[in-house]
Antibody, heavy 122, light 111 residues
Framework: EVQLVESGGGVVQPGGSLRLSCAAS????????MHWVRQPPGKGLEWVAH????????YYADSVEGRFTVSRDNSKKTLHLQMNSLKTEDTATYFC???????????????WGQGALVTVSS | NLMLTQPHSVSESPGKTVTISCTGN????????VQWYQQRPGSAPTIVIY?????PSGVPDRFSGSIDSSSNSASLIISGLKTEDEADYYC???????????FGGGTKLTV
């Protein structure tokens, strides 16, 4: 089955860390740019980060630069998001998404996970 | 930074046509492709328009997209509105210079 399944969400205190994972199946994971997008409760979508197909290049939103790290393990078909120095404003549902293009960026993200809720609260 | 501005909400009757705008803050919006995503409550987004005006397979032809370089804006047009079209719609584009992705704030469509 073609799908993305996020895991690792939960409740964490401000200043704490959390690692999200996104397990891919049913497609050639190693051929696609992968993204993280978040959505605070009741609010809009915010792009967080993306990683190239080979894991060499990573890009981040200004709001998470220096605190979050995106990585991937193509041998295990898994995408990760390491989140450090978490703030209350990082509270959101985090989605992973697949770019449809083959080893390139297109903006056409054809597969999304169901989302993982991260709550940052004391 | 690329910023995309959408109306907060729009409302129209079943069978009518609605247009949702997405305005860029700098440069030309036509320089990088604009995509449109639909998100229903409790679900992940799904794409309805890519590369300004292309429709993915499975998306009804009631959905169309356009670009107006003179106003630096993109539009999502939905004709023959159905109650099932009620959702939030987001425009999305890419800032090539900064290698970052921008989403509009989202528009809540009520039918």
């Amino acid at each position: 089955e073609v799908q993305l399944v996020e895991s690792g969400g939960g409740v964490v205190q401000p200043g704490g860390s959390l690692r999200l994972s996104c397990a891919a199946s049913g497609f050639f994971f190693e051929d696609h740019i992968m993204h993280w997008v978040r959505q605070p409760p009741g609010k809009g979508l915010e792009w967080v980060a993306h990683v190239t197909w080979d894991g060499v290049q990573t890009y981040y939103a200004d709001s998470v630069e220096g605190r979050f790290t995106v990585s991937r393990d193509n041998s295990k078909k898994t995408l990760h998001l390491q989140m450090n120095s978490l703030k209350t404003e990082d509270t959101a549902t985090y989605f992973c998404a697949k770019d449809i293009a083959d080893r390139d960026y297109s903006g056409y993200w054809d597969l999304w996970g169901q989302g993982a809720l991260v709550t940052v609260s004391s | 930074n690329l910023m995309l501005t959408q109306p907060h909400s729009v409302s129209e009757s079943p069978g009518k046509t609605v247009t949702i705008s997405c305005t860029g803050n700098s440069g030309t919006i036509a320089a990088n492709y604009v995509q449109w995503y639909q998100q229903r409550p409790g679900s992940a987004p799904t794409i309805v328009i890519y590369e300004h005006d292309q429709r993915p397979s499975g998306v009804p032809d009631r959905f169309s997209g356009s670009i107006d370089s003179s106003s630096n804006s993109a539009s999502l047009i939905i004709s023959g509105l159905k109650t099932e079209d009620e959702a939030d719609y987001y425009c999305q584009s890419y800032d090539t210079f900064r290698h970052s992705v921008a989403f509009g704030g989202g528009t809540k469509l009520t039918v």
